[in-house]
């Protein structure tokens, strides 16, 4: 099934955050149907640093290769602004869509942009978004690889204008709507109800953001397509990292912290060792 089949259906597709190998087998072995390759979780672990768009769309692109290497999972990728103009957002199309992307979300901020819950944020014109949209629409080689088109107009522009850029959005060629950082429920209710007839709708949760926390059957009763949980998963093993060195630096040992974590045979089982190292034996000579 194609990411756009899936998501014409009326149960909401719930997409968690990833940002290498790892992530994505152990969310595709949890049971969800895609994967969301966020920036922010990117910049986070890859560099240690904000999403203030620093991450390049080379090391976005070589990420979602090594992920697609891992797992089949349908991924949608975070294409920032498109890194730069309409001609840099086509290319971006065409080196995610090599790399194995099924959908990039293109948003309306300038660049270098900044997280969609941070504060200060400045936008690009609507005419300058919408031939991003348009030249990515012309660049895919495939029907099936979809275009999310962001808007952060919320914070900058006030509910309206993000919804007048949306309705533009689809008008250049756009497949999904993402209208970021929604105050409250009565807006995220409002957003469907604008928009739910036309196009797959996408909401973000994020733990600390301006978007009220909402369960993906919340969000499904309200009309939206797609939810995703971009950096839940830094967040997460950022905690238990920081409590693990601060373990080891204390204890000296690991032992204290042994049950939270996974021993050599645990973790060698989640990410098929042995299967692998039959398969190599497979092709040993026999001399």
Do not use: W
């Not at 739910?196 to 009763?221: C, F, K, Y």
């Not at 093993?237 to 204390?250: M, P, T």
């Not at 204890?251 to 912290?257: C, H, I, P």
């Amino acid at each position: 099934m194609t990411l756009r089949a899936r998501l014409a259906r009326k149960d909401i597709l719930v997409a968690p955050g990833v940002y290498d190998g790892l992530t994505a087998l152990l969310a595709e072995q949890a049971g969800f149907e895609a994967l969301y390759l966020s920036g922010a979780a990117v910049a986070y672990t890859k560099l240690g640093r904000p999403d203030i768009g620093l991450s390049t769309m080379s090391e976005m692109a070589a990420t979602m290769a090594l992920i697609r290497d891992r797992v089949d999972l349908p991924v949608i990728i975070d294409a920032d602004t498109g890194f730069g103009n309409a001609l840099n957002a086509r290319r971006t199309m065409t080196v995610y869509e090599r790399a194995g992307a099924n959908a990039l979300q293109i948003e309306d901020q300038t660049y270098p942009k900044r997280c969609g819950h941070l504060a200060d944020k400045s936008l690009t014109t609507l005419a300058e978004m919408s031939g991003k949209i348009a030249a990515m629409a012309d660049a895919r080689a495939s029907d099936a690889t979809l275009i999310i088109a962001r808007t952060d107009a919320i914070a900058v522009e006030g509910f309206q204008a993000a919804v007048d850029r949306a309705g533009a959005y689809l008008e250049a060629g756009a497949d999904a709507l993402f209208i970021e950082a929604p105050r409250s429920m009565e807006e995220l209710r409002a957003v469907c109800a604008t928009f739910g007839n036309r196009a797959p709708l996408m909401a973000n949760m994020v733990e600390g953001g301006h978007t009220p926390i909402t369960s993906a059957q919340d969000l499904e009763q309200i009309g939206f397509s797609l939810v995703i949980f971009p950096g839940g998963i830094v967040r997460a093993l950022a905690k238990s990292a920081e409590a693990y060195y601060g373990s080891l630096r204390q204890t000296g040992s690991n032992t204290a912290f042994k049950d939270r974590m996974f021993d050599f045979d645990g973790l060698n089982t989640r990410i098929g060792t042995a299967d692998m190292l039959a398969l190599g034996a497979r092709f040993q000579s026999k001399d």
